[in-house]
Antibody, heavy 118, light 112 residues
């Protein structure tokens, strides 16, 4: 069974940092692009970042570029999102997703909540 | 960025009745490979989103055939032929051709 399990969320002060992790199982992780999608409380979905199979290409939404970095460890079937200079507007549930095609997010994790507040 | 506009933003439907959601994109979603990368996702209450329709009209595995997608270019529609209680949630269209990938605002479906 394909599973994506996120962790690392929590409460952080504005300007702080947090590192999210996503552990994949049930499929050949190194063969897939992966993405992060977030959802602010009571709001819609927002694509955040994507990373190529070997980590050589990353893409970000403008609002996080320069502050967030996504990476992966294919040996450990793991995806990461390093979030720096966090703002209140970054408060959201962050989902790890497997990319099966252009925007084809077939598998989603359960999400991890990041709250940025003083 | 490509703007995805959904209408209506909320629907209240009697079980067994049809429902329809419109999604319009600010740019054509037709790729040079001939495919149109428009998706429909459903987020049921308390759950992660799940894909219903990919590439405009293809139903994902396990999705009931009462769900159908249509459209081309910039105008797309999701139809539910006969709404059931399990269909409640928020429906999102999403374009996957341009970065950043963008979602519609969401349409909340409730059962009367």
């Amino acid at each position: 069974e394909v599973q994506l399990v996120e962790s690392g969320g929590g409460l952080v002060q504005p300007g702080g940092s947090l590192r999210l992790s996503c552990v994949a199982s049930g499929f050949t992780f190194r063969n897939y692009w992966m993405s992060w999608v977030r959802q602010a409380p009571g709001k819609g979905l927002e694509w955040v970042a994507s990373i190529k199979v070997d980590g050589s290409v990353t893409n970000y939404v403008d609002t996080v570029r320069g502050r967030f970095t996504t990476s992966r460890d294919n040996a450990r079937n793991s995806l990461f999102l390093q979030m720096n200079s966090l703002r209140a507007g970054d408060t959201a549930v962050y989902y790890c997703t497997r990319v099966d095609g252009f925007g084809f997010y077939v598998k989603w994790g359960q999400g991890t909540l990041v709250t940025v507040s003083s | 960025d490509v703007v995805m506009t959904q209408t209506p933003l909320s629907l209240s439907v009697t079980p067994g009745q049809p429902a329809s959601i419109s999604c319009k994109s600010s740019q054509s979603l037709l790729h040079s490979d001939g495919k149109t990368y428009l998706y429909w996702y459903l987020q049921k209450p308390g759950q992660s989103p799940q894909v219903l329709i990919y590439e405009v009209s293809s139903r994902f595995s396990g999705v009931p055939d009462r769900f159908s997608g249509s459209g081309s270019g910039t105008d797309f529609t999701l139809k539910i032929s006969r709404v059931e209680a399990e269909d409640v949630g928020v429906y999102y269209c999403m374009q996957g051709i341009y970065l950043p990938h963008t979602f519609g605002q969401g349409t909340k479906l409730e059962i009367k």
